[in-house]
């Protein structure tokens, strides 16, 4: 085959300048990024050109979605803020109660107590001075009736203990019941 039958597929050196090769390889690229974006097109909301029923475009469409979503974050965080405080509220509340009643019941346990001691005391003294049987049997009625009403006072001190913290903590209870509710509430808005 003759040498001048073929063509060759890229102009030699010396025949096409270096800014025209530069030029005609920007163009070859180009037409091929064309070609390829026209294959590789994706589906566009509502079928491309169509406007959006609602008039929004994408750019739009994101903004409202953030601003819903950054209005529901804003009233959930105030929810759980009002929950929070209300807890503290009780919390403080119950706390300077117990502390009220402590001091109360204090006072009726060192009642108590000095009952007790006086009342034992006095069954020491009556335990010396029994002489006969008679004395005796007196005396285990007298040191009964006091066991009596030395266990009846420390139990009037432990019920009121009792009620006094089951009373102290009713607003804690009543509003941590209450925070699981209201925060359901602000998830479901």
Same mark, same amino acid.
Request: hydrophobic share 40%; with cysteine; charged share 20%.
């Given at each position: 085959?003759?040498?001048?039958?073929?063509?060759?597929?890229?102009?030699?050196?010396?025949?096409?300048?270096?800014?025209? *090769?530069?030029?005609?390889?920007?163009?070859?690229?180009?037409?091929?990024?064309?070609?390829?974006?026209?294959?590789?097109?994706?589906?566009?909301?509502?079928?491309?050109?169509?406007?959006?029923?609602?008039?929004?475009?994408?750019?739009?469409?994101?903004? *409202?979605?953030?601003?819903?979503?950054?209005?529901?974050?804003?009233?959930?965080?105030?929810?759980?803020?009002?929950?929070?405080?209300?807890?503290?509220? *009780?919390?403080?509340?119950?706390?300077?109660?117990?502390?009220?009643?402590?001091?109360?019941?204090?006072?009726?346990?060192?009642?108590?107590?000095?009952?007790?001691?006086?009342?034992?005391?006095?069954?020491?003294?009556?335990?010396?001075?029994?002489?006969?049987?008679?004395?005796?049997?007196?005396?285990?009625?007298?040191?009964?009736?006091?066991?009596?009403?030395?266990?009846?006072?420390?139990?009037?001190?432990?019920?009121?203990?009792?009620?006094?913290?089951?009373?102290?903590?009713?607003?804690?209870?009543?509003?941590?019941?209450?925070?699981?509710?209201?925060?359901?509430?602000?998830?479901?808005?």
């Amino acid at each position: 085959m003759p040498a001048d039958t073929i063509a060759p597929s890229r102009p030699a050196p010396s025949q096409a300048t270096a800014p025209d *090769a530069v030029a005609a390889q920007t163009a070859a690229s180009q037409a091929a990024s064309k070609a390829t974006a026209t294959e590789k097109a994706r589906p566009q909301p509502n079928g491309g050109n169509r406007p959006r029923p609602d008039g929004l475009d994408r750019s739009e469409e994101g903004a *409202a979605t953030f601003v819903q979503a950054s209005d529901g974050l804003k009233r959930i965080g105030a929810a759980c803020m009002t929950v929070g405080s209300d807890n503290i509220a *009780a919390l403080t509340e119950a706390g300077a109660l117990a502390g009220r009643l402590m001091t109360d019941m204090t006072k009726s346990y060192i009642d108590a107590v000095s009952y007790a001691a006086v009342t034992y005391a006095g069954l020491g003294r009556d335990c010396l001075t029994c002489r006969t049987p008679a004395d005796v049997v007196e005396f285990q009625k007298k040191a009964l009736e006091g066991f009596t009403e030395t266990y009846e006072a420390s139990s009037k001190v432990y019920s009121n203990l009792f009620e006094a913290f089951s009373t102290a903590f009713e607003p804690l209870m009543a509003r941590a019941a209450d925070g699981p509710e209201r925060m359901f509430r602000a998830f479901a808005d």
